[in-house]
């Protein structure tokens, strides 16, 4: 009976609750749980993936960052139409409009203590447009393209000579992008094949933000400790920050409800449906901006370049069953607008199409295929909470129309391949734009130069046209005009089906305050405090 | 027996050749480009191929495979693009985890499926062999990742006995100063007593999970092999000559039975490494299981053949070690090899 005695006593060692010894860190520590943590502490890194835009955005510094603003609901959000100082005390436009000169802190420091100058942000710029891949993109995306354009004036002045007159230009300055870099640390590690260090700033903290990197193990957590030192802003109130990998959805959900873990994006719309309804978390939720989730089809190959096909298509698609029991109604319904409910030039009655099947038919019959036809139906597994239940309603609704769909799940690394290709016939997904300008959407997603996100293949001379003109108007009348035109193009064509505009969620303890919502879709641990 | 382990090195060296050969040419066969993947959403077509070119995948696939095996040599595993690290120093951080977790299931698994196939053997049809029927086919039959889910849901969300499942440690606690990575023998070596009970309050419930999936073939083999071997003639002139129950059953049969219980052990042992996938997914276990699956899903080939060379070699080595056991049970094993 030993063993017995033996075995029970291990398992009261076991299942004991654990000492209260830690509670004072907990206090002041953010535990923070995520389905996939970062790949790479350096934004500028190749393949650097989206959580690690979060770790980027709280251990650097960007010359000047956005406003905020408090919505109806009483939550906040950033305010894309002010711009702030971060790093750069103040900035003038020079009167020619061809050129901006920011005046920097002269207290402000990098974590090893070495002070901030304009040679780092000189450095750091010429870095994001040199080195290619995503951040050479994104700077090229605000008429920010060669090394020329950045000048130091002196120590604390820094110059940005503008290419042309591009209103994104300033906006794109406080994108996750262009962060101030240690130049002097970052060049300690350069070498001849590896001019830019690349190296070794993505597994080192090379920055001067409001939170330094403690310990990192890429595939399981981070850790983040604040800079006590940092001036571009009020003092945060969280002294440390953990961000812990949890695979399942279920138990970051179980974490979160236990109390264990603090705060969460990364669950599925049905169970913040079921937190928001029970009540015990706060969940905060905001339509992201400048985004859309829809069907699209290829408009180069048969049968939907056919125009009339695609009309049936928008009136097939069962709209709000969708919205309601894939998304529990988390979001905005779109109904085949494309510009999203909170950006610039959006009117619920520019679009036509609703659930009709009827007319569906009719336009099937008017299109020279009343008995429909076979066609394969794609959507990206990675996203499969949600994709996976569209893409079965979808196809049931085809179904009704004569067009019989084979549904094909696509892994993540398979998935960018077809898009690039473009040679899905019809297909699932969603696309969001960083800077919330109807015109920058268009851009990607729309315009003639078929960037990867235009997977449809559409091209149209005449959209083009309304798209180029758009970015670059000022008269805020011909401007509007230029978007309405657009838009109702893109609806008339319809080479894809806009159907809701999704919400970025987040689940927390009620003691966590402070939560502002950023176009990054990324925790910024500046504004959070926790009681 | 030094001569032995040699020989079976030696004849386990175009096993592991081919086994590289084989999974170069697998994961190259992958549907997914990682240049697409890794150069990011908003890529130009420019922009992948330059990726191409930097990850040296624009070359043909010999001169690849023959970079592949120049870097083999010097130990170099390649890189993941997932983690952004070195695929060697992945391996070995998350080694340890895995195998950890893998031994403690087995062994939780070895001491309840042994003495209960060795009791159902010796009591057939009685209520002992009912449970250990019932066990096995409920070990088998229920999927590994719902039987973690469902001890979390209960032990954790439910009853708040068992910790968070956050992975090897409480995101509060410091891990143990490593050693030899395995955090349950670096606390030991270190002699503190709370992280080590920290340590198995997070290992219960994954070790759980493996070892309910892992006790089912053992005792069912512990039981069928001590049936075979209550059978026979030696049993019965052993008991015929007046000697105790237990010098029979334990001296006697347990020995004798423990050849096909240990080629199982080692078969489970192997087979648990790559069922840890999902134990570690559930419990955001940081092993090479879960490492992999992400690399996969992402076709990041080094991690990929990492993994799978780790896992032969493992194999080699625990086929190896079953062997050298074979000689220890059975001396005429030894006489044969």
Redesign the interface.
């Known amino acids: 009976m030993k063993r017995t005695t033996a075995l029970s006593l291990l398992l009261a060692?076991?299942?004991?609750?654990?000492?209260e010894a830690?509670a004072q860190?907990?206090s002041e520590?953010l535990?923070v749980v995520v389905e996939l943590g970062p790949?790479?502490m350096d934004i500028h890194?190749?393949?650097?993936n989206r959580p690690a835009y979060q770790s980027s955005w709280n251990l650097y510094d960007r010359l000047i960052t956005y406003g905020v603003k408090t919505l109806p609901d009483g939550t906040r959000m950033y305010d894309y139409s002010v711009l702030k100082p971060e790093l750069a005390e103040s900035w003038q436009i020079a009167p020619d409009g061809m050129s901006a000169t920011f005046k920097l802190r002269k207290d402000a420091k990098f974590h090893d203590g070495t002070p901030v100058t304009a040679k780092d942000v000189k450095w750091s710029f010429d870095r994001a447009v040199t080195v290619?891949?995503?951040p050479t993109?994104?700077m090229k995306a605000g008429s920010l393209e060669k090394p020329e354009q950045f000048g130091v004036v002196d120590d604390y002045t820094f110059r940005v000579a503008f290419l042309r007159k591009d209103k994104l230009t300033m906006p794109d300055l406080a994108v996750p992008v262009p962060v101030i870099m240690n130049s002097e640390l970052a060049r300690k590690h350069a070498t001849s094949a590896d001019p830019w260090a690349m190296e070794w700033v993505?597994?080192n903290d090379t920055g001067g933000g409001a939170y330094k990197l403690e310990s990192w193990?890429?595939?399981?957590?981070s850790i983040y400790v604040r800079f006590d030192e940092w001036k571009s802003g009020p003092l945060p109130k969280l002294k440390r920050v953990?961000v812990?990998?949890?695979?399942?959805a279920?138990?970051r959900r179980?974490?979160l409800?236990?109390g264990?873990?603090d705060i969460s994006f990364d669950l599925p719309p049905k169970d913040f449906s079921e937190i928001a309804a029970a009540g015990k978390l706060a969940v905060v939720a905001h339509p992201v901006e400048n985004a859309h989730a829809y069907v699209g089809m290829n408009v180069k190959n048969p049968p939907f370049n056919n125009l009339k096909v695609r009309q049936a298509v928008a009136y097939a698609i069962p709209y709000e069953k969708i919205f309601h029991s894939v998304m529990f109604d988390r979001g905005a319904l779109l109904m085949g607008n494309p510009i999203a409910t909170n950006t610039f030039g959006y009117d619920a009655k520019l679009s036509p199409y609703k659930t009709d099947m009827a007319k569906a038919k009719a336009l099937m019959a008017d299109a020279g295929v009343p008995n429909g036809f076979e066609t394969q139906l794609y959507f990206d597994q990675?996203f499969a909470t949600i994709n996976e239940p569209a893409a079965v309603l979808v196809q049931e609704s085809l179904g009704q129309i004569g067009i019989k769909t084979t549904i094909n799940k696509i892994?993540?690394?398979?998935w960018?391949?077809l898009m690039?290709k473009k040679e899905m016939p019809i297909y699932v997904n969603a696309f969001g734009g960083w800077l919330n300008y109807p015109e920058y959407f268009f851009f990607?997603n729309y315009h003639g130069q078929n960037?990867?996100?235009n997977t449809m293949s559409y091209q149209n001379p005449d959209m083009d046209k309304l798209i180029d003109a758009a970015r670059f108007e000022t008269d805020p009348k011909k401007y509007a005009d230029l978007v309405r035109g657009f838009t109702k193009l893109a609806i008339a064509e319809v080479p894809r089906v806009p159907l809701y505009q999704p919400n970025l969620d987040v689940a927390m303890q009620k003691g966590i305050t402070g939560y502002q919502y950023w176009f990054h879709r990324q925790l910024d641990f500046r504004q959070l405090s926790k009681s | 027996m030094l001569r032995l382990i040699g020989r079976r090195l030696l004849a386990a060296a175009p096993g592991l050749a081919g086994v590289i050969a084989v999974t170069f040419l697998l994961t190259r066969a992958l549907p997914g480009d990682p240049a697409a993947f890794f150069a990011g959403p908003a890529a130009t077509r420019e922009a992948i191929e330059e990726i191409r070119r930097s990850l040296g995948l624009d070359k043909n696939l010999t001169v690849q495979f023959g970079l592949y095996v120049r870097d083999l040599t010097r130990g170099d595993l390649g890189k993941s693009l997932t983690t952004g690290q070195p695929v060697r120093s992945d391996l070995i951080s998350r080694l340890p985890a895995s195998l950890e977790l893998t031994a403690c299931g087995l062994l939780l698994a070895v001491a309840v499926a042994l003495p209960l196939g060795v009791l159902a053997a010796t009591r057939p049809g009685s209520w002992v062999d009912h449970l250990c029927r019932m066990l096995t086919t409920a070990g088998v039959s229920l999927p590994i990742f719902f039987t973690g889910l469902l001890l979390v849901y209960i032990f954790y969300f439910l009853l708040g006995w068992a910790p968070a499942p956050l992975g090897r440690l409480d995101a509060f606690i410091s891990p143990p100063r490593s050693i030899t990575g395995f955090f349950l023998v670096d606390a030991v070596l270190g002699g503190d007593f709370g992280e080590i009970r920290a340590i198995l309050r997070q290992l219960a419930l994954p070790a759980i999970t493996l070892g309910l999936f892992a006790m089912a073939p053992i005792a069912r083999m512990t039981r069928a092999a001590m049936l075979g071997v209550l059978s026979s003639d030696f049993i019965r002139t052993a008991r015929a000559s007046g000697l105790d129950r237990r010098t029979v059953l334990v001296t006697y049969a347990f020995r004798n039975a423990m050849l096909p219980v240990v080629t199982t052990l080692g078969m489970v042992f192997s087979f648990l490494l790559g069922a840890n996938v999902l134990v570690e997914k559930v419990f955001a276990w940081p092993g090479i299981g879960s490492y992999a699956l992400e690399a996969l899903i992402v076709s990041d080939y080094a991690p990929v053949q990492g993994f799978i060379l780790t896992m032969a070699s493992l194999y080699v080595l625990l086929n190896l070690l079953i062997d050298v056991l074979y000689g220890v049970i059975d001396p005429r094993a030894r006489i044969e090899a």
């Not at chain 1, 193990?217 to 957590?221: A, F, V």
């Not at chain 1, 892994?411 to 398979?414: H, L, T």
């Open positions: 060692l076991l299942f004991m609750p654990a000492p830690r860190s907990r520590t535990l790949n790479s890194g190749v393949g650097a290619g891949g995503f993109f994104q993505k597994n193990k890429p595939g399981q957590e953990i812990r990998e949890v695979p399942s279920g138990n179980a974490l409800e236990r264990d873990a990675g892994p993540g690394a398979n960018r391949n690039l990607w960037a990867v996100f």
